[in-house]
């Protein structure tokens, strides 16, 4: 895993570059981002990690998620996730971040300045199955009921980004038919 991330501080100023596996062994703070895809009904698009990934295996979360790599803007990296992991591709707005840091098991620790990224798709995903083995749309006040009730059948960032209602003003600006 030579994959390289970007270090930044608590305002996303570029502090270094550091190994993806050390960086999450250590629980440096780094650049992410989060996506979170909609359809014109108003439901979100979640994925169900996939059983081979390194941390978080097997549990539902946002419609993808990543690291930019060094030299590539926020938004061109998620773009480029959502169609390597959900074969989809549309636009995508930056409408937020927050930092957090979680355990997240086997010794990793994600500390990530998470930028948040909402876009708009009716078309079914084509899954990447080495990325999520699953996907489903639902409700927003479904999925606050279902993490309530089942926390640890979610990732933690997905947790808090709910729990926190780090998405939930933007959700009243959109428009659904």
Same mark, same amino acid.
């Given at each position: 895993?030579?994959?390289?991330?970007?270090?930044?501080?608590?305002?996303?100023?570029? /502090?270094?570059?550091?190994?993806?596996?050390?960086?999450?062994?250590?629980?440096?703070?780094?650049?992410? *981002?989060?996506?979170?895809?909609?359809?014109?009904?108003?439901?979100?698009?979640?994925?169900r990690?996939?059983?081979?990934?390194?941390?978080?295996?097997?549990?539902?979360?946002?419609?993808?998620?990543?690291?930019?790599?060094?030299?590539?803007?926020?938004?061109?990296? /998620?773009?480029?996730?959502?169609?390597?992991? %959900?074969?989809?591709?549309?636009?995508?707005?930056?409408?937020g971040?927050?930092?957090?840091? /979680?355990?997240?098991?086997?010794?990793?620790?994600?500390?990530?300045?998470?930028?948040?990224?909402?876009?708009?798709?009716?078309?079914?995903?084509?899954?990447? *199955?080495?990325?999520?083995?699953?996907w489903?749309?639902?409700?927003?006040?479904?999925?606050? %009921?279902?993490?309530?009730?089942?926390?640890?059948?979610?990732?933690?960032?997905?947790?808090i980004?709910v729990?926190d209602?780090?998405?939930?003003?933007?959700?009243?600006?959109?428009?659904?038919?």
């Amino acid at each position: 895993m030579d994959e390289q991330l970007i270090l930044v501080n608590e305002n996303d100023e570029i /502090a270094g570059f550091g190994e993806k596996l050390s960086v999450h062994r250590e629980g440096t703070l780094h650049r992410a *981002f989060s996506v979170f895809i909609f359809n014109t009904r108003g439901e979100f698009l979640l994925q169900r990690r996939a059983l081979g990934k390194y941390h978080s295996p097997g549990l539902w979360s946002n419609t993808c998620c990543g690291h930019p790599h060094v030299g590539q803007e926020t938004v061109a990296a /998620a773009r480029r996730r959502l169609e390597d992991e %959900m074969g989809l591709s549309c636009p995508l707005e930056k409408v937020g971040s927050f930092i957090y840091r /979680a355990d997240v098991g086997d010794g990793l620790i994600e500390h990530e300045l998470d930028h948040l990224l909402i876009g708009y798709c009716d078309l079914d995903p084509i899954l990447n *199955f080495t990325e999520a083995d699953a996907w489903r749309r639902i409700h927003h006040s479904r999925l606050r %009921m279902e993490i309530e009730s089942r926390p640890d059948k979610f990732t933690r960032w997905l947790r808090i980004i709910v729990e926190d209602q780090l998405i939930d003003v933007h959700l009243n600006r959109l428009t659904f038919k």
